[in-house]
Structure formats: structure tokens, C-alpha cells
């Protein structure tokens, strides 16, 4: 299960080594919504390989703002604490998955 994330946690969460998939999402977001089960199943087929951890822009604005998320979803791929992809908007699962296959 996708980990809720927040200023505080986010350096031992995210920054704290492996392959991390962030997702900056907001409750009042359709392609948010239609992206969380899209989500859950790629959290499901790459278990043991990547985390997902999710990011509510409306609380932690100043994580948004600092990895200067402009619009949701915005999913970071993070590996080892450093950014290495990015893809903005509600995308296919494939697209999502063949860049975790880039990173692990």
C-alpha cells in the first residue's frame, strides 16, 4: 500500500535510497483519481522493486514547490535520494511501467 508522504518524512521516505515513485496528487483531481488505481496495480507488479509514495499538493505545497510540481498528478521517479524521471499528467500504465523498467 502507497505510503503517505509529508515534509517530514520525506527525506527518509523518498531520499532515503531504493527506487521510490512519488505521486503529487490532490483530492480534488479526476486525473488524480483515475491515476490511483493505475497506481495500485503497478505498486502490485513491481512489489519488492519500488516504492509508491503519494504527496497531497494541498498540504505539502512546499514539497510541490520544490520539486516545482506546477500541475497533478506529477509522478517523480526517484532512485538512491535523486530524480531521474519525470512524467506529468494521467498516463497509461505502460508508460508508467516502462520507466520503472528504466530504473531498476
Avoid at 63 to 73: D, G, I, R, T
Amino acid at each position: 500500500m502507497a505510503v503517505r508522504v509529508n515534509s517530514e518524512s520525506f527525506d527518509t521516505e523518498v531520499l532515503g535510497g531504493g527506487t521510490v515513485l512519488a505521486d503529487f496528487y490532490s483530492d480534488s483531481c479526476v486525473p488524480c483519481k483515475r491515476m490511483s488505481p493505475v497506481l495500485a496495480e503497478i505498486e502490485e507488479e513491481f512489489e519488492g522493486n519500488i516504492k509508491l509514495v503519494k504527496i497531497n499538493i494541498n498540504f505539502d505545497a512546499e514539497l510541490a514547490e520544490k520539486y516545482e510540481v506546477q500541475s497533478v498528478p506529477t509522478l517523480i521517479f526517484f532512485k538512491d535520494g535523486e530524480e531521474k524521471e519525470r512524467i506529468i499528467g494521467a498516463v497509461s500504465r505502460d508508460k508508467i511501467a516502462d520507466a520503472i523498467h528504466n530504473l531498476i
